[in-house]
């Protein structure tokens, strides 16, 4: 006879709060309340889906989830459950498949995606979805990340029995400024129309016609052009909506996609880069259910031209002489110039303007600068804009968290600053990425008559052109650093192309500096990369205690409560 | 009940029983409510009223009514469904959205006696303490909602609806909602979409059960136009009594409306049960037409899988022994023919005889649902136009034997992947036409046109070409 | 969809009718408010949109279909978008974007009044009118005659099967509808 546990599983379960379900043959327990699809995909037993997506209300309209579920029998009134030697009810499984997407998990139920059930309904299902389907994946911008394509080819039949004419509809249309549809190739899932409404709050699309007919629309004379229309064509599991933007330009598997943050607000939003050798090709958002969900608006997403435009500065550039052309040079004499150029200037004559836009790690390198020439006149330039209740932060700099960490500076001596190089008692400027002339507000004609401008920068601006000396510095794309956004949250930027041309990395930069202009303080000069500077940081500033590159991983790490939200994660918050 | 005439030629059969079509054609009777209270009409409300509401779910639940849409749910058990504790309102939509081909009753109802349905409503709505219902009638109905609102209005005027209905402290108001011609708007959560000005896209279940979360969210009972005149009458003779007659498992009077090739069309109120099918088509029907034999018969709405009338099917005698019998000899109730893999449904029987080909039959109906499918949910968006493809091409002759079983195969994988029933519905009759008349689907593959034209094998190969040849 | 026009904007494009002229054009008049006002209050409240189908039957009562015009003025009335309107008007097979003829004929075709005949007698209606039977597709169901007189529909089950072919003009229902009885029922309107 089998020996009954002393406790069973049921009951185990039942005191965490969750539940035990068999899947393919293996017990697991789960979170009452999990759906059978996210729990599946929990346990990697792959469930496909087009029309789900968890933060979006569940259609259950594509029929590709579908499972073979069971329970335990039901039993006649007044008898009692038997258990098996582990201490499970047998599972009576169900003679039609049920989605797994919109159904949750309950004890003793058993879900199989490996029978005859499930493998047919999913080929079934397929097929129906390719009836109409004008299967152009060689033209379609899609190819290679298209869950149609990628199912078809885990889960489908290898021919098609569709030998009828297709219901024709419309193509190459455009429903935005930034997006692109092709109704043909839409699965009618209508997670772009439920995105539009449930997380922008704008039905602007819809689906008009019906039965095969069916297409997704926006009303004629309407657009979809909310700073949100991008991430419909993320959500898009086929190709019917595409970037106007990305269109092609690039096959997605030649891509090479890099993690790392949005640096255009304070959000921080995660994201993902794509690049193909040196070039940066589009951006998508990245998930954190803390920072910025899967979304991200499309103006930051679409604000990396200037990575590989023409601006870009890629050698250091020198003036000779104060009406000379500015021209290029190498990092060892112009570093050495630098270094001559600074020993001649008195400290209370100069004044650095660092950039909030920097990495934690520059932030630390540029103190260490400023500390080494006995400079105090020294802050960022503040950055605010509109909050758009969304993810777009009021505050437009990336790092002012960390510059108020690291510098406790958030801009307030700039007027100082701007005022002492308007009257002349500030004869010397050090610009470290900003182009001042915009939002610090040093008119380009007060910048010619300072003495000594030297500006560190990765494109040219009015800046630059007035500087004695220029030091290419890298974008965000180009190096690695830690930023804290507004919320108090450390996060990694992550390197996703080698720096263009001579562009070194600010910190490396401003360490050399530092240590030519005589600083012999171990603790700046033998930092050999980023990740050093930041187990650096660490022991001295209390917030940082213990952190290390590693430990913070993609996700990033909250460190400091600054009381700040971000709009459309409180909401998200509350639905739940 | 004696003193009732009809109309000349639209008398009863003797066989039937009229209760809720007690008042359909017949002679001197208009909808009005004069002539409705006249009739005793409102005095079952009265009774009603002063019942507790759950003495009236229990009395209706004791009759055993069953739903009379097509899916035979115990109505009195759907009203417990509406959750405990409740603090929701409560919403009763009355489905008068009669669009499964082959069923006309609740037309005859709303055009003729619209109080009957009315009165029924509002017990329906006591029994549930809903104080806010919608009558949801087809578009195809113009004339039927104009009686209908009139009928409102009238009750109104007389306070049967409104505040304080005949002072029992109950309020109500009905609303007519009118469609516009869509098939899925029978089924109950499309219907509850369209009412809610969306798409009349049918929800998924689980979790969007009407009787929990239906119109606007809150708790919905949504019942059938002829459920809820059913209502009435159990109220009007008591649940036990009502369980008494006909069927054991379905009591009650049936509604049943033949169309097709019998000499008699049209509709029957019979005891469930009471009546067999070849009852029903040779003695109430009047037989086939003059020198036709009956071939297939839809026993409940276009949906319901056809059967042969020369199949073959097991019976069950009462002593447990098996004999064997036709379609002729199943009784008219909602559960013996479904023990033959069909269904009764609505009642709607149609009825074909040996003139008609069955894939053009069948082709009838896939381009009734490949039209009427909502296009939500994969399988049927795209199946259904698929059929209604394949099956217009073996019409045409232009179809190969190896198109049967796709068609058949097409049919397979749709049904029990959808989201509503429709779905299923719509793959069932193109399952029961190619396996049960394969011969002549496969007659129509065969390349005709290379035989000689006055040839016996071509003459049996044109045969159910079309019904002149 | 014609060749040269957008997908985006067929949905909103009419196909001018010969119908017009026995309809009033689409004018958002007090009147109209009012009754729009007056159905929206039929519905609980927060409900608006519930009104969307009643106010388009009272439009195309009053106008004969449903022109673009008044998609918006419908979401606005019912506090939904242009798109969601749109989204029902194109659903509904029973919503006319075309202005039907003054007298609309709708004739059943599904089983059982094909099986009494309506699939012949839909030819014969159409040639009584002087509408081209090949012009009534999936997409453009209904034909107008050129006088602008009649429009013509074959429509799914009118749920009167059992006394087929069924034919509907307007709002009146006829059933067992011969050849004959077509004669006779569009001189009777003719006259009218």
Not at chain 1, 171 to 186: A, F, I, T
Not at chain 1, 248 to 267: A, E, Y
Not at chain 1, 476 to 483: I, L, Q, V
Not at chain 2, 326 to 339: E, G, K, M, R, Y
Request: glycine share 8%.
């Amino acid at each position: 006879m089998s020996k009954k546990p002393a406790l069973l599983p049921k009951d185990e379960a039942a005191a965490e709060g969750k539940v035990n379900v068999q899947i393919n043959g293996k017990w697991y327990r789960f979170p009452k309340g999990t759906r059978i699809a996210d729990a599946c995909n929990s346990v990697g037993v792959h469930v496909p889906c087009f029309c789900y997506h968890p933060k979006l209300s569940v259609a259950g309209s594509c029929r590709m989830c579908l499972v073979e579920q069971g329970m335990p029998p039901r039993l006649a009134p007044g008898a009692t459950p038997t258990y098996n030697e582990d201490g499970y009810q047998t599972i009576q499984w169900m003679p039609r498949a049920i989605i797994a997407c919109a159904n949750t998990v309950a004890e003793n139920m058993g879900i199989r995606t490996d029978g005859k059930l499930c493998t047919e309904a999913r080929r079934g299902v397929l097929e129906f979805l390719l009836t109409n389907h004008p299967l152009d994946c060689p033209i379609c911008d899609q190819a290679g990340e298209c869950k149609l394509q990628e199912y078809t080819s885990d889960y489908g039949s290898g021919t098609h029995r569709f030998t009828e004419s297709k219901t024709k509809k419309g193509k190459n249309l455009s429903l935005g400024p930034r997006v692109n549809m092709d109704q043909e190739r839409c699965v009618l899932c209508r997670r772009c129309i439920r995105f539009m409404k449930e997380i922008v709050g704008e039905e602007v699309l819809g689906v008009v016609g019906r039965g095969t007919h069916n297409a997704v629309t926006c009303y004629p004379g309407t657009q979809l052009d909310s700073n949100y229309s991008m991430n419909v064509v993320d959500l898009c599991p086929v190709g019917a909506l595409t970037s106007k933007d990305f269109r092609f330009k690039m096959r997605v598997w030649f891509l090479k996609s890099t993690p790392t943050i949005d640096v255009n607000c304070g959000t921080g939003t995660n994201i993902n880069i794509w690049t193909r050798e040196q070039q940066v090709y589009r951006i998508t958002p990245r998930q954190n259910d803390e920072v910025n969900s899967c979304w991200m608006p499309d103006s930051h997403r679409l604000n990396y031209k200037y990575i590989n435009a023409p601006e870009r500065i890629l050698t250091p550039l020198v003036k000779t002489d104060a009406k000379a052309p500015q021209r290029p040079s190498t990092w060892d004499a112009t570093l050495n110039l630098v270094v001559e150029q600074l020993h001649k200037c008195a400290p209370v004559e100069v004044a650095i303007i660092a950039s909030a836009r920097m990495t934690n790690e520059e932030l630390y390198m540029a103190r260490a600068l400023a500390r080494q020439l006995g400079v105090t006149k020294f802050d960022i330039v503040p950055r605010k804009g509109e909050n758009d209740g969304m993810l777009i932060s009021e505050d437009r700099n990336p790092n002012s968290t960390g510059a108020k960490l690291i510098l406790n500076k958030t801009g307030a001596g700039l007027t100082n600053i701007r005022r002492g190089v308007k009257n002349g008692s500030i004869r010397s400027l050090i610009v470290l990425g900003e182009d001042v002339t915009e939002e610090a507000g040093i008119p380009a004609e007060d910048l010619a008559e300072l003495d000594y401008l030297l500006v560190m920068a990765h494109s040219e601006s009015a800046t630059t052109k007035a500087a004695d000396v220029v030091l290419p510095g890298v974008t965000f794309a180009e190096k690695y650093g830690t930023m804290i956004n507004v919320a108090g949250r450390i996060q990694r930027l992550n390197k996703a192309i080698e720096p263009l041309g001579e562009a070194r990395s600010e910190w490396s930069i401003m360490r050399e500096l530092t240590e030519l202009l005589g600083c012999d303080c171990p603790r700046v000069i033998a930092c050999p990369s980023p990740m050093m500077i930041l187990e650096e940081m660490a022991l001295e500033f209390e917030p940082m205690k213990g952190l290390s590159w590693g430990n913070i991983g993609n996700e990033g790490k909250v460190i400091l409560d600054t009381g700040v939200t971000i709009p459309l994660i409180e909401r998200e918050k509350a639905k739940k | 009940m004696s003193d009732i005439t009809y109309k000349p030629g639209k008398e009863p059969h003797p066989r039937e029983t009229r209760r809720i079509f007690r008042n359909i054609d017949r002679e001197g009777y208009d909808p009005s409510i004069k002539c409705y209270i006249k009739d005793g009409g409102y005095k079952t409300l009265k009774k009603v009223l002063a019942m507790e509401p759950a003495a009236v779910i229990d009395e209706v639940k004791k009759s055993g009514l069953r739903g009379r849409g097509g899916a035979g749910f115990p109505t009195g058990v759907k009203w417990t469904f509406i959750p405990k504790g409740n603090t929701k309102p409560v919403y009763l939509v009355c489905n008068c959205d009669e669009s499964e081909p082959g069923t006309f009753k609740d037309r005859f109802i709303v055009h003729q006696d619209p109080h009957q349905l009315i009165e029924g409503m509002i017990i329906a709505c006591y029994a549930v303490q809903a104080h806010y219902a919608v009558i949801y009638m087809r578009e195809e109905f113009p004339e039927g909602a104009r009686i209908m609102q009139t009928a409102l209005d009238e009750a109104k005027a007389k306070g049967y609806l409104g505040e304080n209905i005949m002072k029992s402290g109950f309020d109500l108001k009905i609303v007519l909602h009118r469609g516009a011609g869509a098939y899925i708007c029978g089924e109950e959560t499309g219907l509850i979409n369209s009412i809610e000005g969306a798409r009349p896209y049918p929800r998924i279940k689980p979790p969007f059960f009407p009787a929990a979360i239906g119109l606007y969210g809150c708790p919905t009972i949504v019942n059938n136009v002829e459920s809820l005149c059913q209502v009435r009458q159990v109220m009007m003779m008591g649940g036990e009594a009502y369980a008494a007659e006909g069927a054991q498992r379905s009591p009650g009077t049936r509604i049943i409306g033949v169309s097709g090739d019998v000499k008699r069309p049209g509709y029957y109120e019979i005891i469930s049960g009471s009546i067999t099918y070849g009852e029903l088509l040779y003695d109430l029907c009047g037989g086939p037409r003059v020198g036709r034999k009956f071939k297939a018969i839809i026993p409940g709405g276009a949906s319901a899988k056809v059967m042969r009338c020369d199949e073959v099917l097991k019976g069950r005698n009462p002593d447990g022994s098996v004999r064997n019998m036709t379609i002729f000899d199943v009784p008219l109730d909602l559960d013996s023919i479904a023990q033959h893999g069909s269904m009764s449904g609505s009642g709607g029987v149609i009825v074909m005889d040996d003139t008609r080909s069955m894939p053009k039959m069948l082709n009838n109906l896939n381009r009734f649902f490949a039209w009427e499918s909502c296009g939500q949910c994969s399988p049927c968006r795209e199946g259904n136009p698929w059929m209604l493809k394949l099956s217009t091409r073996i019409c045409n002759g232009q179809g190969s034997p190896e198109d049967v079983d796709l068609l058949k195969d097409v049919a397979d994988n749709i049904c029990g992947r959808t989201v509503c029933a429709f779905g299923e519905a719509c793959s069932w009759p193109t399952q029961a036409f190619t396996t049960k008349f394969r011969d002549e689907f496969l007659a129509l593959t065969k390349p005709i046109n290379a035989l000689k034209p006055h040839s016996p094998e071509a003459a049996e190969a044109r045969k159910f070409l079309t019904r002149e040849d | 969809m014609s060749e040269n026009t957008n997908a985006i904007d067929a949905v909103t494009a009419v196909r001018p009718s010969p119908g017009e002229k026995y309809f009033p054009k689409f004018e958002v008049t007090p009147e109209l408010v009012e009754k729009a006002k007056e159905l929206v209050a039929l519905y609980p409240e927060g409900k608006e949109q519930s009104a969307i189908l009643p106010i388009i039957h009272h439009i195309q009562e009053e106008f004969g279909y449903v022109c673009p015009d008044a998609m918006p003025w419908i979401a606005e009335m019912c506090k939904s978008t242009p798109v969601h309107v749109a989204g029902i008007v194109t659903f509904y097979p029973g919503i006319h974007r075309t202005c039907p003829g003054k007298y609309h004929i709708r004739i059943c075709r599904t089983i059982a009044c094909a099986m009494a005949g309506s699939e012949e007698l839909l030819p014969y209606i159409c040639s009584k009118i002087g509408v081209d039977p090949a012009s009534m597709t999936d997409e453009e169901p209904m034909a107008v005659s050129p006088d602008g007189l009649w429009s013509i529909e074959a429509v799914e089950c009118l749920a009167n099967c059992g006394f087929g072919p069924n034919v509907m003009i307007n709002d009146t229902l006829y059933s067992q509808v011969t050849r004959r009885k077509v004669d006779e029922l569009i001189a009777e309107y003719k006259k009218k």
